[in-house]
C-alpha cells in the first residue's frame, strides 16, 4: 500500500472543457460530430483515475460526467422518442447536445486566442530583454505542468497501469509499504545521474500498483514543486522528465 505520510496537493486548474477538448483531440474526431458513447467512457475512466489517485476533483467534472450520461442515455432512445424528446428539448430551450458542443466550440476559440497571446508575450520578452533581476509578473496564479498537461501526465499514468496489470507476475503485495517522500528522493536522484528521463522508465523496477501510485504521486509532487518538468516534442508523444532549471 502507499504510505500517508506525504498527503500531495495537486489542484487542478483546467476543468471538465478543457478534459474534453483534450480526449477529442486525442481520439482525433471532429468536434461538431462528437462521439458521445466512446467520449463518455474515456472521460469517467479518466475520473476514476483522478478519484484513486486522491486529486481534488471539482464539481463541474462531475456535472459534466452528468451531461454526457444525460446525452448518451437520450442517444439511445428509438427514433420515434428521440424526435420526441427533441422537440421538448427545442420548446425549453436548446438540446443538450448541442448545447454542449457550443460550449466547447467557444471554448477553443478562446484557448486559442489565449495560447496566441501567450506567444506573443514570449516573442515580445525575446525581442526585449528584461532588466537584470527583475522577473516576469503572473496574476494568474495558476500551476503550470511543465509543457504537458496534467490530462497527459494521467493518461501516461493509465496507460502504464494497464500495461503492468497485463503482467503475469504483477501482485498487490499490501504488507510492503511504499513512501511518496522515498520515491520523490528516488526520482531526484535518477533524475540528477541521468539528466532526463523517460516516463514509462520511472515505473521499470516497479512490483506492485500500490508502488506505481507512489512513484506518480511523487511525479507530481515534484512538478508542483517545480523541481522537475515534464515535456513532450509533440502532441501526445512520449513525455519526458528532466529537472527543472533553478
Known amino acids: 500500500m502507499v504510505e500517508n505520510d506525504y498527503k500531495v496537493r495537486l489542484e487542478i486548474f483546467e476543468g471538465p472543457l478543457d478534459l474534453l477538448l483534450y480526449l477529442i483531440k486525442k481520439t482525433e474526431v471532429d468536434i461538431y460530430d462528437i462521439p458521445i458513447e466512446k467520449i463518455t467512457k474515456q472521460y469517467l475512466e479518466y475520473l476514476q483515475v483522478m478519484r484513486m489517485l486522491s486529486l481534488d476533483i471539482a464539481g463541474e467534472f462531475l456535472v459534466m460526467a452528468a451531461t454526457l450520461m444525460l446525452i448518451k442515455s437520450r442517444m439511445l432512445l428509438p427514433a420515434e422518442e428521440r424526435s420526441e424528446q427533441q422537440a421538448l428539448d427545442e420548446d425549453e430551450g436548446e ?3 448541442w448545447a454542449l458542443i457550443r460550449q ?3 471554448y477553443k476559440k478562446f484557448k486559442d486566442v489565449a495560447s496566441y497571446l501567450g506567444h506573443r508575450a514570449l516573442e515580445q520578452e525575446q525581442v526585449f530583454p528584461r532588466h537584470e533581476g527583475s522577473e516576469p509578473e ?3 496564479g495558476e500551476l503550470k505542468l511543465g509543457d504537458v498537461s496534467i490530462f497527459d501526465l494521467i493518461n501516461a499514468f493509465n496507460e502504464t497501469l494497464k500495461r503492468v ?3 503475469e507476475n504483477l501482485r ?3 504488507e510492503e509499504t511504499y513512501s511518496v517522500t522515498d520515491k520523490i528522493e528516488e526520482i531526484l536522484w535518477t533524475i540528477g545521474e ?3 528521463l523517460k516516463f514509462h522508465n520511472l515505473f521499470d523496477h516497479a512490483a506492485t500498483r500500490a508502488e506505481i501510485v507512489a512513484t506518480f504521486l511523487a511525479l507530481l509532487e515534484l512538478i508542483r514543486l517545480k523541481q522537475v518538468r515534464a515535456q ?3 502532441h501526445f508523444a512520449e513525455i519526458e522528465i528532466v529537472k527543472a532549471a533553478s
Request: charged share 30%.
Open 104 to 106: 466547447l466550440v467557444e
Open 172 to 174: 498487490e503485495i499490501f
Open 232 to 234: 513532450q516534442s509533440a
Open 165 to 167: 496489470a497485463q503482467k
Open 194 to 196: 541521468k539528466g532526463a
Open 95 to 97: 438540446e443538450p447536445r
Open 138 to 140: 503572473t496574476g494568474s
